[in-house]
Protein backbone atom coordinates (compact mmCIF):
# COMPACT_ATOMS: atom_id res chain seq x y z
CA UNK A 1 0.00 0.00 0.00
CA UNK A 2 1.01 3.64 -0.78
CA UNK A 3 1.25 5.61 2.38
CA UNK A 4 1.51 8.90 1.18
CA UNK A 5 -0.91 8.31 -1.72
CA UNK A 6 -3.58 6.94 1.15
CA UNK A 7 -2.20 9.76 3.32
CA UNK A 8 -3.25 12.32 0.30
CA UNK A 9 -6.42 10.86 -0.53
CA UNK A 10 -7.68 10.77 3.03
CA UNK A 11 -7.77 14.41 3.45
CA UNK A 12 -9.53 15.05 0.82
CA UNK A 13 -46.40 5.51 3.28
CA UNK A 14 -48.41 2.46 3.22
CA UNK A 15 -52.07 2.05 2.65
CA UNK A 16 -53.35 4.03 5.63
CA UNK A 17 -57.02 4.83 5.30
CA UNK A 18 -58.30 7.05 7.87
CA UNK A 19 -54.94 7.74 9.61
CA UNK A 20 -52.87 10.39 9.84
CA UNK A 21 -53.69 12.53 6.98
CA UNK A 22 -56.89 11.41 6.92
CA UNK A 23 -60.17 12.89 7.76
CA UNK A 24 -61.31 13.10 12.27
CA UNK A 25 -64.79 11.45 11.28
CA UNK A 26 -62.87 8.05 10.98
CA UNK A 27 -61.37 7.92 14.34
CA UNK A 28 -64.26 9.55 15.74
CA UNK A 29 -66.93 6.66 14.23
CA UNK A 30 -64.64 4.18 16.11
CA UNK A 31 -63.56 1.85 12.77
CA UNK A 32 -60.37 0.31 12.84
CA UNK A 33 -57.86 0.92 9.88
CA UNK A 34 -55.40 -1.57 9.00
CA UNK A 35 -51.31 -1.31 8.20
CA UNK A 36 -50.76 -3.84 5.18
CA UNK A 37 -47.21 -4.86 4.56
CA UNK A 38 -44.46 -7.34 4.40
CA UNK A 39 -42.15 -9.08 6.85
CA UNK A 40 -39.27 -9.52 4.26
CA UNK A 41 -35.49 -11.21 5.29
CA UNK A 42 -36.46 -13.30 2.48
CA UNK A 43 -40.49 -13.47 3.17
CA UNK A 44 -41.09 -14.22 7.15
CA UNK A 45 -43.76 -16.26 8.29
CA UNK A 46 -44.78 -16.57 11.98
CA UNK A 47 -43.45 -13.06 12.89
CA UNK A 48 -45.04 -10.39 15.47
CA UNK A 49 -45.43 -7.11 13.34
CA UNK A 50 -46.89 -4.48 16.36
CA UNK A 51 -47.23 -0.75 16.49
CA UNK A 52 -44.50 0.15 19.24
CA UNK A 53 -46.40 3.31 20.73
CA UNK A 54 -43.65 3.57 23.55
CA UNK A 55 -40.91 3.07 21.45
CA UNK A 56 -39.06 0.49 23.67
CA UNK A 57 -39.16 -1.83 21.12
CA UNK A 58 -40.97 -4.58 23.13
CA UNK A 59 -44.20 -5.69 22.42
CA UNK A 60 -46.46 -4.65 25.25
CA UNK A 61 -49.96 -5.59 26.32
CA UNK A 62 -52.24 -2.61 25.16
CA UNK A 63 -49.97 -2.16 21.04
CA UNK A 64 -51.79 -3.62 18.52
CA UNK A 65 -50.10 -6.49 16.67
CA UNK A 66 -50.51 -9.82 14.46
CA UNK A 67 -48.64 -12.37 12.78
CA UNK A 68 -46.94 -12.38 9.25
CA UNK A 69 -48.48 -15.26 7.14
CA UNK A 70 -48.21 -16.46 3.36
CA UNK A 71 -45.17 -14.61 2.12
CA UNK A 72 -44.35 -12.40 4.98
CA UNK A 73 -48.10 -10.48 4.83
CA UNK A 74 -49.88 -8.74 7.29
CA UNK A 75 -52.70 -6.89 8.25
CA UNK A 76 -51.98 -4.82 11.56
CA UNK A 77 -55.41 -3.70 12.82
CA UNK A 78 -55.02 -0.01 14.21
CA UNK A 79 -57.87 0.29 17.22
CA UNK A 80 -59.39 4.19 16.77
CA UNK A 81 -57.85 5.17 19.96
CA UNK A 82 -54.38 4.69 18.20
CA UNK A 83 -54.98 6.28 15.27
CA UNK A 84 -53.36 9.26 15.81
CA UNK A 85 -49.93 7.48 16.86
CA UNK A 86 -49.93 4.90 14.12
CA UNK A 87 -47.79 7.25 11.57
CA UNK A 88 -45.94 8.53 14.47
CA UNK A 89 -44.36 5.78 15.98
CA UNK A 90 -42.34 2.74 14.45
CA UNK A 91 -43.52 -0.72 13.26
CA UNK A 92 -41.81 -3.10 14.54
CA UNK A 93 -41.34 -6.73 13.40
CA UNK A 94 -40.61 -9.42 15.77
CA UNK A 95 -38.67 -12.56 14.28
CA UNK A 96 -38.75 -15.39 16.73
CA UNK A 97 -36.75 -19.15 16.83
CA UNK A 98 -38.51 -21.17 14.98
CA UNK A 99 -40.14 -18.68 12.42
CA UNK A 100 -39.82 -19.64 8.80
CA UNK A 101 -37.72 -18.02 6.00
CA UNK A 102 -39.07 -18.75 2.64
CA UNK A 103 -35.02 -18.68 1.42
CA UNK A 104 -35.03 -21.76 3.77
CA UNK A 105 -38.04 -22.80 4.12
CA UNK A 106 -37.35 -26.59 5.66
CA UNK A 107 -34.76 -24.50 8.12
CA UNK A 108 -36.79 -22.67 10.86
CA UNK A 109 -34.93 -19.36 12.50
CA UNK A 110 -32.44 -20.71 15.14
CA UNK A 111 -31.83 -17.12 16.30
CA UNK A 112 -34.45 -14.51 17.18
CA UNK A 113 -34.07 -10.62 15.79
CA UNK A 114 -36.18 -7.84 15.39
CA UNK A 115 -36.57 -5.49 12.29
CA UNK A 116 -38.04 -1.54 12.31
CA UNK A 117 -39.68 0.35 10.29
CA UNK A 118 -39.61 4.11 10.50
CA UNK A 119 -42.54 6.08 11.50
CA UNK A 120 -44.48 7.30 8.84
CA UNK A 121 -44.48 10.72 8.83
CA UNK A 122 -41.08 11.61 8.25
CA UNK A 123 -40.59 9.15 5.15
CA UNK A 124 -39.36 10.24 2.01
CA UNK A 125 -40.68 7.50 0.00
CA UNK A 126 -44.13 7.17 -1.12
CA UNK A 127 -44.15 2.98 -0.83
CA UNK A 128 -47.94 1.37 -1.03
CA UNK A 129 -46.39 -1.22 1.16
CA UNK A 130 -44.84 -1.21 4.87
CA UNK A 131 -42.03 -3.53 3.64
CA UNK A 132 -40.33 -4.42 7.20
CA UNK A 133 -36.25 -5.15 6.21
CA UNK A 134 -32.96 -4.85 7.62
CA UNK A 135 -32.32 -2.24 5.35
CA UNK A 136 -35.33 -0.32 6.94
CA UNK A 137 -33.94 -1.42 10.62
CA UNK A 138 -30.49 0.33 9.56
CA UNK A 139 -32.26 3.42 8.57
CA UNK A 140 -34.31 3.75 11.72
CA UNK A 141 -32.43 2.08 14.51
CA UNK A 142 -29.00 4.92 14.77
CA UNK A 143 -31.66 7.83 14.64
CA UNK A 144 -33.69 6.63 17.56
CA UNK A 145 -30.54 6.38 19.39
CA UNK A 146 -29.24 9.81 18.53
CA UNK A 147 -33.07 10.81 19.46
CA UNK A 148 -32.64 8.91 22.78
CA UNK A 149 -29.45 10.52 24.08
CA UNK A 150 -31.01 13.85 23.48
CA UNK A 151 -34.55 13.76 24.79
CA UNK A 152 -34.20 13.88 28.34
CA UNK A 153 -38.13 12.62 29.08
CA UNK A 154 -37.57 10.00 26.41
CA UNK A 155 -39.67 9.47 23.19
CA UNK A 156 -43.35 8.62 22.89
CA UNK A 157 -46.32 8.45 20.79
CA UNK A 158 -46.71 11.81 23.15
CA UNK A 159 -43.79 13.19 23.28
CA UNK A 160 -43.66 13.64 19.08
CA UNK A 161 -47.49 14.58 18.93
CA UNK A 162 -46.70 17.52 21.11
CA UNK A 163 -43.27 18.48 20.21
CA UNK A 164 -43.59 20.35 16.52
CA UNK A 165 -39.66 20.55 16.82
CA UNK A 166 -38.89 16.99 17.96
CA UNK A 167 -41.34 15.89 14.92
CA UNK A 168 -39.07 18.33 12.27
CA UNK A 169 -35.85 16.96 14.19
CA UNK A 170 -36.86 13.37 13.45
CA UNK A 171 -37.55 14.16 9.74
CA UNK A 172 -34.81 15.69 9.60
CA UNK A 173 -32.84 12.97 11.18
CA UNK A 174 -34.45 10.44 9.07
CA UNK A 175 -34.58 12.05 5.91
CA UNK A 176 -30.18 12.62 6.36
CA UNK A 177 -30.05 8.64 7.49
CA UNK A 178 -31.84 7.67 4.30
CA UNK A 179 -28.60 9.69 2.39
CA UNK A 180 -26.20 7.76 4.65
CA UNK A 181 -27.11 4.76 3.98
CA UNK A 182 -27.53 5.20 0.01
CA UNK A 183 -24.10 6.17 0.07
CA UNK A 184 -22.58 3.36 2.25
CA UNK A 185 -24.60 0.99 0.20
CA UNK A 186 -24.85 2.64 -3.53
CA UNK A 187 -29.22 2.35 -3.13
CA UNK A 188 -31.52 4.70 -3.54
CA UNK A 189 -34.48 5.23 -1.08
CA UNK A 190 -37.49 3.54 -3.26
CA UNK A 191 -35.07 0.31 -3.04
CA UNK A 192 -34.71 0.57 1.27
CA UNK A 193 -37.93 0.96 1.26
CA UNK A 194 -39.24 -1.89 -1.35
CA UNK A 195 -39.92 -5.65 -1.87
CA UNK A 196 -36.51 -6.69 -3.41
CA UNK A 197 -37.79 -10.07 -2.96
CA UNK A 198 -40.31 -9.26 -5.72
CA UNK A 199 -38.24 -7.28 -8.03
CA UNK A 200 -35.65 -9.70 -7.99
CA UNK A 201 -32.55 -7.69 -7.16
CA UNK A 202 -30.74 -10.41 -5.78
CA UNK A 203 -27.55 -8.11 -4.91
CA UNK A 204 -29.55 -5.77 -2.20
CA UNK A 205 -31.66 -9.11 -0.94
CA UNK A 206 -27.94 -10.48 -0.50
CA UNK A 207 -27.45 -7.49 1.20
CA UNK A 208 -30.16 -7.10 3.80
CA UNK A 209 -29.67 -11.07 4.61
CA UNK A 210 -25.91 -10.12 5.64
CA UNK A 211 -26.77 -7.48 7.52
CA UNK A 212 -29.18 -9.31 10.29
CA UNK A 213 -26.16 -11.15 12.46
CA UNK A 214 -24.38 -7.67 12.54
CA UNK A 215 -28.07 -5.80 13.46
CA UNK A 216 -28.51 -7.42 16.58
CA UNK A 217 -24.93 -6.47 18.03
CA UNK A 218 -25.62 -2.82 17.04
CA UNK A 219 -28.27 -2.17 18.71
CA UNK A 220 -27.29 -3.50 21.92
CA UNK A 221 -24.21 -1.96 22.05
CA UNK A 222 -24.94 1.52 20.30
CA UNK A 223 -27.12 1.71 23.55
CA UNK A 224 -24.24 0.74 25.77
CA UNK A 225 -21.86 3.49 23.88
CA UNK A 226 -24.30 6.18 24.63
CA UNK A 227 -24.96 5.43 28.37
CA UNK A 228 -20.72 5.75 29.27
CA UNK A 229 -20.67 8.98 26.71
CA UNK A 230 -23.94 11.06 27.64
CA UNK A 231 -22.48 14.22 26.79
CA UNK A 232 -21.43 13.35 23.01
CA UNK A 233 -22.72 14.71 20.24
CA UNK A 234 -22.75 11.34 18.65
CA UNK A 235 -21.78 7.55 19.87
CA UNK A 236 -22.81 4.27 17.90
CA UNK A 237 -21.59 1.05 17.02
CA UNK A 238 -21.92 -0.37 13.47
CA UNK A 239 -20.89 -3.78 12.58
CA UNK A 240 -20.95 -4.46 8.80
CA UNK A 241 -19.70 -6.89 6.51
CA UNK A 242 -16.44 -5.52 4.45
CA UNK A 243 -17.17 -6.88 1.10
CA UNK A 244 -20.36 -4.19 0.91
CA UNK A 245 -18.40 -1.54 2.73
CA UNK A 246 -15.96 -1.70 0.64
CA UNK A 247 -15.94 1.88 -1.37
CA UNK A 248 -11.81 1.96 -0.93
CA UNK A 249 -11.08 -1.57 -1.45
CA UNK A 250 -9.50 -2.06 1.95
CA UNK A 251 -11.77 -4.38 3.67
CA UNK A 252 -11.96 -8.29 3.19
CA UNK A 253 -14.46 -10.03 3.44
CA UNK A 254 -14.85 -10.42 6.92
CA UNK A 255 -17.20 -8.95 10.07
CA UNK A 256 -15.95 -5.23 11.73
CA UNK A 257 -16.88 -4.06 13.99
CA UNK A 258 -17.01 0.08 14.09
CA UNK A 259 -17.02 2.42 16.84
CA UNK A 260 -17.76 6.63 16.52
CA UNK A 261 -17.96 9.05 19.23
CA UNK A 262 -17.81 12.90 18.95
CA UNK A 263 -17.69 14.97 21.63
CA UNK A 264 -17.82 17.80 19.66
CA UNK A 265 -17.46 19.57 15.88
CA UNK A 266 -14.00 18.44 15.03
CA UNK A 267 -13.32 16.50 18.13
CA UNK A 268 -13.61 12.57 17.35
CA UNK A 269 -12.39 9.42 17.90
CA UNK A 270 -13.16 5.91 16.27
CA UNK A 271 -11.95 2.64 15.79
CA UNK A 272 -12.74 -0.56 13.59
CA UNK A 273 -11.50 -4.26 14.69
CA UNK A 274 -11.95 -7.17 12.88
CA UNK A 275 -14.43 -9.61 14.21
CA UNK A 276 -14.84 -13.83 14.67
CA UNK A 277 -17.66 -14.93 12.34
CA UNK A 278 -20.26 -15.32 15.32
CA UNK A 279 -18.99 -11.74 15.73
CA UNK A 280 -18.24 -12.23 20.00
CA UNK A 281 -14.75 -11.89 19.81
CA UNK A 282 -12.72 -8.93 18.48
CA UNK A 283 -9.88 -10.81 16.60
CA UNK A 284 -7.63 -7.33 16.03
CA UNK A 285 -7.57 -3.88 15.88
CA UNK A 286 -7.60 -3.04 11.87
CA UNK A 287 -7.57 0.87 12.07
CA UNK A 288 -7.95 3.74 14.73
CA UNK A 289 -8.11 7.36 14.57
CA UNK A 290 -8.52 10.36 16.83
CA UNK A 291 -8.92 13.99 15.91
CA UNK A 292 -8.53 17.27 18.20
CA UNK A 293 -9.52 20.61 16.50
CA UNK A 294 -9.35 24.43 18.30
CA UNK A 295 -9.27 27.77 16.37
CA UNK A 296 -7.49 30.49 17.18
CA UNK A 297 -5.57 33.89 15.74
CA UNK A 298 -7.64 33.46 12.57
CA UNK A 299 -6.14 30.05 11.87
CA UNK A 300 -7.88 26.14 12.49
CA UNK A 301 -5.58 24.02 13.96
CA UNK A 302 -6.48 20.08 13.45
CA UNK A 303 -4.60 17.03 14.89
CA UNK A 304 -5.32 14.01 13.49
CA UNK A 305 -3.38 10.21 14.21
CA UNK A 306 -4.91 7.46 12.77
CA UNK A 307 -3.05 3.89 12.07
CA UNK A 308 -4.59 1.12 9.80
CA UNK A 309 -3.50 -2.59 9.86
CA UNK A 310 -0.42 -3.48 7.11
CA UNK A 311 -1.05 -6.97 7.17
CA UNK A 312 -2.43 -9.39 9.33
CA UNK A 313 0.66 -10.92 11.16
CA UNK A 314 2.31 -7.73 11.21
CA UNK A 315 2.37 -3.99 12.39
CA UNK A 316 0.48 -0.43 11.70
CA UNK A 317 0.67 2.13 9.08
CA UNK A 318 0.93 4.98 11.43
CA UNK A 319 -0.01 8.53 9.95
CA UNK A 320 0.17 11.95 12.55
CA UNK A 321 -0.89 14.86 11.01
CA UNK A 322 -0.93 18.78 11.85
CA UNK A 323 -3.43 20.78 9.69
CA UNK A 324 -2.98 24.73 9.83
CA UNK A 325 -5.17 26.42 7.48
CA UNK A 326 -6.81 30.00 7.34
CA UNK A 327 -10.23 30.89 8.29
CA UNK A 328 -11.22 32.29 4.73
CA UNK A 329 -13.18 31.87 2.09
CA UNK A 330 -9.86 32.15 -0.27
CA UNK A 331 -7.90 29.87 2.55
CA UNK A 332 -4.23 28.79 2.20
CA UNK A 333 -2.71 26.36 4.97
CA UNK A 334 -0.25 23.75 5.47
CA UNK A 335 -0.16 19.80 6.25
CA UNK A 336 2.91 18.32 8.35
CA UNK A 337 2.56 14.71 8.64
CA UNK A 338 5.14 12.39 9.72
CA UNK A 339 4.56 8.00 9.15
CA UNK A 340 5.83 5.15 9.83
CA UNK A 341 5.14 1.90 10.78
CA UNK A 342 4.01 1.32 14.57
CA UNK A 343 3.27 -1.44 16.18
CA UNK A 344 0.85 0.03 17.98
CA UNK A 345 -1.11 2.69 18.77
CA UNK A 346 0.47 4.10 21.88
CA UNK A 347 3.58 3.81 19.73
CA UNK A 348 2.16 5.73 16.85
CA UNK A 349 1.17 8.59 19.19
CA UNK A 350 5.09 9.10 19.79
CA UNK A 351 6.58 8.35 16.86
CA UNK A 352 8.92 10.98 15.05
CA UNK A 353 11.32 10.75 11.93
CA UNK A 354 10.72 12.86 8.53
CA UNK A 355 7.85 14.52 7.82
CA UNK A 356 6.08 15.18 4.48
CA UNK A 357 4.38 18.91 3.79
CA UNK A 358 1.49 19.70 1.72
CA UNK A 359 0.70 22.86 0.90
CA UNK A 360 -3.30 23.32 0.65
CA UNK A 361 -5.56 26.07 -1.10
CA UNK A 362 -9.52 25.73 -0.74
CA UNK A 363 -12.12 28.21 -2.53
CA UNK A 364 -15.57 28.19 -0.60
CA UNK A 365 -18.47 29.66 -2.17
CA UNK A 366 -21.09 30.30 0.23
CA UNK A 367 -20.38 27.04 2.08
CA UNK A 368 -18.96 24.91 -0.24
CA UNK A 369 -15.41 23.85 -1.24
CA UNK A 370 -15.68 24.45 -5.01
CA UNK A 371 -11.70 23.67 -5.27
CA UNK A 372 -8.81 22.47 -4.02
CA UNK A 373 -4.94 21.67 -4.68
CA UNK A 374 -2.73 20.21 -2.88
CA UNK A 375 1.27 19.69 -3.17
CA UNK A 376 3.44 17.38 -1.20
CA UNK A 377 7.59 17.59 -0.73
CA UNK A 378 8.23 14.46 0.84
CA UNK A 379 10.77 13.67 3.45
CA UNK A 380 11.74 16.97 4.67
CA UNK A 381 12.37 18.58 1.33
CA UNK A 382 11.82 22.34 1.86
CA UNK A 383 8.56 23.67 0.49
CA UNK A 384 9.41 27.02 1.70
CA UNK A 385 7.37 26.39 4.34
CA UNK A 386 9.17 24.03 6.17
CA UNK A 387 10.07 26.59 9.12
CA UNK A 388 5.74 26.12 9.84
CA UNK A 389 6.22 22.61 11.29
CA UNK A 390 5.11 22.38 15.26
CA UNK A 391 4.86 25.92 15.18
CA UNK A 392 0.93 25.93 15.79
CA UNK A 393 1.03 27.22 19.39
CA UNK A 394 2.14 30.70 17.92
CA UNK A 395 0.54 30.29 14.09
CA UNK A 396 -0.78 33.62 13.08
CA UNK A 397 -3.13 33.53 10.00
CA UNK A 398 -0.34 36.13 8.48
CA UNK A 399 2.04 33.34 8.69
CA UNK A 400 -0.06 31.35 6.10
CA UNK A 401 -1.56 33.52 3.45
CA UNK A 402 1.62 33.93 1.44
CA UNK A 403 0.87 30.22 0.40
CA UNK A 404 -1.62 31.12 -1.96
CA UNK A 405 1.07 33.47 -3.78
CA UNK A 406 3.37 30.44 -4.47
CA UNK A 407 0.61 27.82 -5.60
CA UNK A 408 -1.30 28.39 -9.23
CA UNK A 409 -4.69 27.41 -7.99
CA UNK A 410 -6.23 26.97 -11.10
CA UNK A 411 -7.78 23.20 -11.84
CA UNK A 412 -6.11 22.94 -15.14
CA UNK A 413 -2.69 24.43 -14.06
CA UNK A 414 -0.30 21.60 -13.75
CA UNK A 415 2.43 23.42 -12.66
CA UNK A 416 4.58 21.06 -10.06
CA UNK A 417 5.87 24.13 -8.04
CA UNK A 418 8.79 21.96 -7.02
CA UNK A 419 7.02 19.37 -5.63
CA UNK A 420 6.70 15.67 -5.52
CA UNK A 421 3.25 15.46 -6.35
CA UNK A 422 0.60 17.33 -6.25
CA UNK A 423 -3.34 17.21 -7.40
CA UNK A 424 -5.98 19.24 -8.20
CA UNK A 425 -9.96 19.13 -7.50
CA UNK A 426 -12.74 21.30 -8.38
CA UNK A 427 -16.26 20.60 -6.93
CA UNK A 428 -19.78 21.59 -8.99
CA UNK A 429 -22.87 21.67 -6.93
CA UNK A 430 -26.71 22.15 -8.09
CA UNK A 431 -29.89 22.95 -6.99
CA UNK A 432 -31.37 21.92 -9.87
CA UNK A 433 -33.19 19.05 -8.55
CA UNK A 434 -33.10 17.12 -12.00
CA UNK A 435 -29.29 17.37 -11.67
CA UNK A 436 -26.64 15.58 -9.61
CA UNK A 437 -26.09 17.46 -6.33
CA UNK A 438 -22.17 17.57 -6.62
CA UNK A 439 -20.27 16.44 -9.21
CA UNK A 440 -16.01 16.00 -7.78
CA UNK A 441 -13.38 16.57 -10.17
CA UNK A 442 -9.68 15.92 -9.75
CA UNK A 443 -6.33 15.05 -11.84
CA UNK A 444 -2.56 14.36 -10.07
CA UNK A 445 0.83 14.71 -11.27
CA UNK A 446 0.47 10.94 -12.31
CA UNK A 447 -2.14 11.79 -15.39
CA UNK A 448 -4.69 10.15 -13.18
CA UNK A 449 -8.35 11.54 -13.86
CA UNK A 450 -11.21 10.65 -11.69
CA UNK A 451 -14.70 12.16 -11.22
CA UNK A 452 -17.14 11.75 -8.48
CA UNK A 453 -20.95 11.70 -8.79
CA UNK A 454 -23.12 12.15 -6.45
CA UNK A 455 -26.79 11.80 -6.82
CA UNK A 456 -29.91 13.27 -5.00
CA UNK A 457 -31.19 10.20 -3.92
CA UNK A 458 -27.42 9.23 -2.20
CA UNK A 459 -26.21 6.90 -4.96
CA UNK A 460 -23.48 7.44 -6.40
CA UNK A 461 -20.79 7.16 -9.34
CA UNK A 462 -17.17 6.77 -10.06
CA UNK A 463 -15.51 7.69 -13.48
CA UNK A 464 -11.42 7.06 -14.16
CA UNK A 465 -9.27 7.89 -17.04
CA UNK A 466 -5.72 9.90 -18.11
CA UNK A 467 -7.90 12.61 -19.41
CA UNK A 468 -11.07 14.49 -18.52
CA UNK A 469 -12.69 13.55 -22.01
CA UNK A 470 -11.92 9.63 -21.47
CA UNK A 471 -13.28 9.33 -17.92
CA UNK A 472 -15.93 6.33 -17.80
CA UNK A 473 -16.85 3.65 -15.18
CA UNK A 474 -15.29 0.77 -17.07
CA UNK A 475 -11.40 2.65 -16.64
CA UNK A 476 -11.86 2.30 -12.50
CA UNK A 477 -11.58 -1.52 -12.83
CA UNK A 478 -8.76 -1.65 -15.06
Known amino acids: MNVRKLTLLSSLVSVLVGCGGGSSSDSDSGQSVLLKGKAIDGYIIGATVFLDLNLNSQLDANEPNVKTQGEGDFELSIPSQYQQC ?227 DSGYHCNRDEWLETLLDDSSGVRNSVFGNAQSWDECLTMTGNFDQYLVTKNYRNGDLVSYTSHSYYDGRDSGFSHLVGMADVIDQTDLTPIRGKIDTDFYSEERHNADSWMRVKNEFSKNLDEPSQIMTSHDSDDRWERFTSYRDGTHKKECGDSEESLSVESCTK
Request: some cysteine.
Open 86 to 312: AKYVPLVVDVPKGAIDTDTPDTPIEDAYQMVFPPQFALTTDQDLLNLTPLTSVVWKQVEQELRSQQASGLSCDSILKEEALRADISQRLKEQEFRVAQRYNVTVNELYGDYVASGDTALHELAKSLVPGLQKSYTETKQLVDVNPEADFAWVEYFLGKFYDQSEQYDEKWYRYEFVQVSNGNNRSETYVMSDDLETKLFLFEQHQMNTIQRNGVNIENNVAIQKTEY
